[in-house]
């Protein structure tokens, strides 16, 4: 078992409005901020809560597909865009799909663990409104192994591989529960997106989003086994936050109570050209995890809060059971219990989750990391929850459970 | 010869107008489809105008709605392309099917494009002397076997059919606009049309996802039918108002009425303004001819005399006619007495004040459209205006009850078969809530 040989914490968070349809300031039909604005919002947020630029030893940059949706390489020295400060210094970018940001966050890490840094400016973005959804699909299928599965794959590549998974699930705990689950999921994302006002969904004023997510899904029109309730939008938007050592944070001038500390982490890439070996189970979601909580040493009953890769509801249900809040096959009914709500025993997704919140693919392993540390350090403002352990726990999953990096932080 | 070998070879006359663009546009999409599932089939869509320039038009608007419904059709495309090993991307399929659509596009100036065709789509300028030029051409070049449709909307069929020697081979299909939209397709088949042209029109409608309404073979049909009587209603009610109120007014308070107290999605003048009023003039001039029904309107004559005439610009904008409009909402009237328009800003008030109380203000033709309890909505909303005492109640149950009138006329002259078919060519060919013959107001 590898361990955390010295602290190394997280701070000084912040994101950008998750950007795209359901906010009232989109406008598919107008020109939109590009990734220089999204980098330069977030960036500077982050900067903000700083006494010292210049205190930051390298950069690091999550990104999934910026040379497709935008026609922009070489990320890492875009970045410099932030601050001057960031000139002449180390910069990277990484590329793990979805789970980009959760790679920024893991680079940051042993840079910090190597010595070479003591302050590390971690950064995730994506612009993805530049083309329309169906070509969307197309980008956002590179997560998957183009060469054996596109060419059969469904129009909406991802839709219909984790309608897959819902399908499998729903053979597994029957097809009622399982459409409950995600329902449940639905209005919990959107219930806990009304109170972030950066969340995509914050505007979001439907009545019965129960009725919403109970959908039947339509597969001539979508996919067999999810409607459109159930996936997470396409976003535009940027996170980022500071990976230190305690050297590095007391030079950037916070203090303790600013910051927390990364207790484990497990990060693991899968085999992206086999099929996953049970389709009603992350299978490498649940070891990611296990790794972290190990290396933490904490077991789920020390984590007050959660932040899981919902990128579709069946995602929620079946990182539910990975946490290990809930048994294989119980998720959905844990969901149900209120297990994972804002005020049940395990709050996750606290500003939207990806559902709710908005899915920058980039961006949201590093969102996640923002979310965990300003509800450790009770600076999530209005969606802020009573926090009744001093962990949390985040799962960044990238493609289809191929990727992941998972970290356990602790006030 | 079945549908399927027809529609090997198919011409679009008038093609490059603005109903003859959409019907080529379904006809298009339709046949690449066929293409790609009988990969060896030769299908070729002949696209006839006069007009260069509309027809460079024409194809460039076939591209872009051919990648719009490749977009929209993916998992259509997916499936077709499966053994394509090249086509891997839902954009490499898309720029696929837009080729496929493409190339089966044969354009030109002559009606001699049309000498192979199977099936000939006639969308010509609403003229007698137009169409039976273009028939008796077309009689000479194609071969016996060929069909003819027609999107003629007034002009009785039997006449072109017995004018050009092609009585049998002449059908009525008759598209609303925009034609790849509107669901409503009216079909009309002149006296002694041959059965097998009755049973491809049936399947063609079928294929392009039209609800079929069928009419008789009389001037107007139902769609133009109810139109007409419609919006000479509006114009006698105006002219009765126009005295006392005077003219722009009258205009205004008789088309707020059939848009807001009838709750329909435009007023009768924007409507006409949308056909064009010479296109108004016109139909009204081809069913007086054959009806003698007093099928007329001084008023009409008058402003198109002074030029005023409505209609779209080519990239589908709203030019001015009755009302002017900014940005597609009206803001002006047209006064004929002075040749210029009054804005509405200044007696809008005034004439709402006029109109009195609407039976609930909120309920508008957009929010109903949607709604899944319009029925129930409808009958309280109907309810409380019978109750009303205010002139746009008023205005609004005579204009309803004439309309109900001229749906019933249709029926009792045969011209529909049922009055559902009236309401059906209302509700899906001009977007009305609710048709002309209901309860609501009994």
Redesign the interface.
């Known amino acids: 078992m590898k361990t955390m040989h010295k602290p190394v914490y997280l701070a000084a968070g912040a994101y950008t409005v998750s950007l795209g349809t359901g906010r009232p300031e989109f406008n598919p039909r107008k020109e939109r901020p590009g990734l220089d604005h999204y980098l330069k919002e977030s960036g500077a947020k982050t900067l903000a809560q700083i006494s010292d630029p210049g205190a930051i030893d390298e950069s690091v940059i999550g990104n999934f597909m910026a040379a497709r949706f935008n026609h922009q390489g070489h990320l890492g020295s875009l970045m410099t865009i932030v601050d001057p400060a960031l000139e002449y210094k180390p910069a990277l970018r990484v590329e793990g799909a979805c789970a980009s940001g959760g790679l920024a966050l893991a680079s940051a890490i042993k840079s910090v663990l190597s010595g070479m840094a003591d302050v590390v400016l971690v950064m995730g973005v994506e612009v993805q409104n530049t083309v329309?959804a169906?070509?969307c699909?197309?980008f956002l299928?590179g997560a998957g192994w183009?060469d054996g599965e596109?060419?059969?794959g469904?129009?909406y590549f991802f839709p219909g591989k984790f309608s897959d998974r819902a399908g499998a699930y729903a053979a597994k705990v029957g097809p009622g529960l399982a459409r409950e689950g995600f329902a449940h999921w639905y209005r919990n994302a959107v219930e806990s997106a009304r109170l972030n006002s950066d969340a995509q969904e914050h505007f979001n004023k439907a009545g019965d989003l129960l009725a919403q997510g109970r959908t039947p899904p339509n597969a001539?029109a979508f996919t067999e086994h999810l409607n459109l309730y159930d996936c997470s939008k396409v976003s535009d938007g940027a996170a980022s936050i500071l990976v230190a050592s305690e050297e590095g944070w007391r030079r950037l001038g916070l203090a303790r109570q600013d910051v927390v500390e990364i207790a484990g982490y497990g990060q693991m890439a899968a085999n992206l050209t086999t099929p996953p070996p049970d389709p009603a189970e992350m299978t490498t979601c649940v070891r990611a995890i296990d790794q972290a909580k190990a290396m933490a040493g904490i077991g789920i009953q020390d984590v007050g809060v959660c932040e899981v890769h919902d990128c579709f509801t069946v995602s929620g249900l079946l990182l539910t059971e990975a946490l290990g809040i809930a048994a294989p096959g119980c998720g959905a009914q844990a969901v149900l219990d209120g297990l994972t709500r804002r005020d049940g025993l395990y709050p996750t997704n606290t500003g939207g989750g990806l559902v709710g919140y908005g899915h920058p693919t980039g961006a949201t392993g590093v969102r996640m990391a923002v979310d965990l540390w300003r509800q450790l350090t009770g600076r999530a403002g209005g969606y802020q929850v009573d926090v009744r352990k001093d962990h949390g726990i985040m799962v960044s999953m990238g493609g289809n459970d191929k990727t992941v990096v998972s970290l356990v932080a602790r006030r | 010869m079945d549908l399927k070998t027809r529609m090997q070879n198919v011409a679009v006359v008038g093609a490059a107008g603005k109903m003859g663009s959409g019907i080529a546009l379904l006809l298009a999409l339709d046949m690449a489809y066929r293409a790609l599932e009988e990969p060896s089939a030769t299908f070729v869509l002949n696209l006839i105008d006069m007009n260069d320039s509309g027809l460079q038009g024409l194809v460039r608007y076939i591209r872009d709605q051919a990648q719009k419904d490749g977009e929209r059709q993916m998992n259509r495309l997916r499936h077709l392309y499966r053994d394509q090993p090249r086509l891997v991307e839902n954009a490499d399929m898309v720029q696929a099917f837009v080729a496929e659509v493409q190339l089966h596009l044969r354009t030109g100036k002559t009606l001699a494009l049309a000498k192979d065709a199977q099936l000939v789509f006639e969308a010509a300028f609403e003229k007698e002397e137009i169409k039976f030029q273009i028939y008796d051409e077309l009689a000479l070049l194609c071969p016996p076997e060929t069909f003819f449709l027609t999107n003629t909307s007034s002009i009785p069929l039997h006449v072109i059919a017995d004018h050009c020697g092609i009585r049998g081979r002449l059908i009525g299909f008759h598209f609303y606009n925009p034609p790849a939209v509107q669901k409503l397709l009216e079909v009309i088949p002149p006296e002694g049309c041959d059965p097998e042209l009755l049973d491809v029109a049936a399947q063609l409608a079928a294929n392009l996802r039209k609800k079929t309404v069928p009419s008789r073979d009389i001037a107007g049909f139902i769609g133009n039918g109810h139109f007409m009587r419609d919006g000479l209603h509006c114009i006698r009610e105006l002219e009765r108002l126009a005295p006392e109120h005077g003219f722009t007014r009258a205009l205004y308070l008789v088309e707020k009425v059939s848009r807001d107290y009838l709750l329909r999605p435009m007023g009768m003048f924007q409507l006409i303004d949308y056909v064009g009023i010479d296109v108004f003039q016109l139909i009204l001039r081809v069913m007086d001819k054959y009806l003698q029904a007093g099928l007329h309107s001084g008023l009409v004559d008058r402003i198109l005399e002074q030029g005023v005439k409505g209609g779209q610009t080519s990239s589908g904008g709203q030019k001015d006619g009755f009302l002017k409009y900014e940005k597609g909402k009206p803001v002006a009237i047209y006064d004929p007495a002075t040749q210029a328009y009054v804005p509405m800003a200044a007696f809008q008030a005034e004439a709402d004040a006029l109109l009195g109380e609407h039976p609930d203000p909120a309920l508008t033709w957009k929010a109903l459209s949607r709604d899944p309890d319009k029925e129930t909505k409808l009958r309280a909303y109907f309810s409380a205006l019978k109750r009303l005492a205010s002139l746009g109640a008023t205005l609004a149950r005579d204009h309803a009850a004439s309309s109900r009138d001229v749906a019933l006329g249709l029926v009792q002259q045969g011209v529909a078969a049922r009055p559902e078919d009236v309401n059906e060519v209302l509700t899906l060919g001009f977007f009305h809530l609710y048709g002309p013959v209901n309860d609501f107001l009994d």
């Open positions: 329309k169906i070509y699909a197309d299928a183009y596109r060419k059969d469904h129009a001539k």
